[in-house]
């Protein structure tokens, strides 16, 4: 089931991960530690709340009022900032299976975690990732 999947570093640079997840549309990447250890997944909803200025979170009418050529300039705020900036202060369950589970294993911590993707490990490498859409292709998969 797991695919080879891009894996970016905690201080890594937000614009390169968000031109990955972007130019491969990904749902998300794998964050690693220092060790090259997962530390989590920093799924793309992520990246665009991170985007999006907390007053328009807060009020979406307000979004009519930025114009375009402000519009624009929202890619600009991933200057100088690093992969960890984007993720939440307080982290998330890690999102990881085993190589040998099954596909309701998989399912499972999809649903509990509600993440679009999960590293599969076996002992203490990343051997890849399955996503939401590829889980979904194998349980409607004829078999």
Do not use: W
Request: proline residues 8%.
């Amino acid at each position: 089931m797991a695919e080879e999947f891009p894996v970016v570093g905690l201080d890594s640079s937000a614009r390169d991960a968000v031109e990955l997840l972007a130019s491969r549309r990904l749902p998300g990447l794998i964050v690693v530690d220092s060790k090259n250890e997962p530390y989590t997944v920093l799924p793309a909803s992520q990246v665009v709340r991170f985007l999006v200025p907390s007053y328009v979170q807060d009020d979406p009418s307000l979004a009519r009022v930025i114009d375009e050529p402000l519009a624009d300039q929202v890619a600009d705020k991933l200057a100088n900032v690093t992969v960890r900036q984007l993720l939440p202060s307080e982290p998330a369950e890690l999102p990881v299976v085993n190589h040998d589970d099954t596909v309701i294993e998989v399912a499972a911590i999809m649903a509990r975690l509600r993440c679009p993707l999960v590293a599969v490990m076996k002992d203490k490498d990343i051997v890849g990732a399955i996503t939401a859409s590829r889980l979904l292709e194998l349980v409607v998969a004829p078999h």
